[in-house]
């Protein structure tokens, strides 16, 4: 499994607007993102080299363009990076001395609840979208 937690939002964002409309060209996904974000079309192309070294994309060439793929799921991405700030936030029964981001005294009535409930709608939206 490659290691998805390390994906900043600039890359999930680059492969936000592949597993939209499938595939794209550096100037296809330059415009997306420039309706958002301040970036350049030279660090689009930059990170989609980057995310292609490591398997998550590649390209094929149409002409004088490349046109980008991601190679990897929505939600297998989800899943990774769910399950690496959940383990962060809560001691593992594999790692009991390691500190945690939330103590269980942070814990208030409800807020288990209240996850389980986010849990889900990201879990409804992720078949809709699949």
Same mark, same amino acid.
């Given at each position: 499994?490659s290691?998805?937690?390390?994906?900043?939002?600039?890359?999930?964002?680059i492969?936000?607007?592949?597993? $939209?409309?499938?595939?794209?060209?550096?100037?296809?996904?330059?415009? %997306? /993102?420039?309706? !958002? *974000? =301040?970036?350049?079309r030279?660090?689009?192309?930059t990170?989609?080299?980057?995310?292609?070294?490591?398997?998550?994309?590649?390209?094929?060439?149409?002409?004088? $363009?490349?046109?980008?793929?991601?190679?990897?799921?929505?939600?297998? %991405? /989800?899943?990774? !990076? *769910? =399950?690496?700030?959940?383990?962060?936030?809560?001691?593992?029964?594999?790692?009991?001395?390691?500190?945690?981001?939330?103590?269980?005294?942070?814990v208030?009535?409800?807020?288990?609840?209240?996850?389980?409930?986010?849990?889900?709608?990201?879990?409804?939206?992720?078949?809709?979208?699949?």
């Open positions: 499994m290691d998805y937690h390390e994906l900043t939002d600039l890359h999930l964002a492969l936000g607007v592949l597993w $939209e409309r499938r595939d794209a060209t550096v100037a296809d996904i330059h415009h %997306v /993102l420039g309706r !958002r *974000m =301040a970036v350049s030279k660090t689009v192309a990170l989609l080299s980057r995310l292609e070294q490591r398997g998550l994309v590649r390209h094929r060439t149409e002409g004088n $363009e490349s046109v980008f793929t991601a190679t990897v799921r929505r939600r297998t %991405v /989800l899943i990774s !990076r *769910m =399950a690496a700030m959940l383990g962060a936030m809560f001691e593992s029964s594999e790692q009991p001395a390691v500190p945690h981001a939330v103590d269980r005294q942070d208030r009535p409800g807020d288990v609840a209240r996850l389980r409930l986010l849990l889900r709608k990201a879990e409804r939206d992720l078949r809709r979208r699949s």
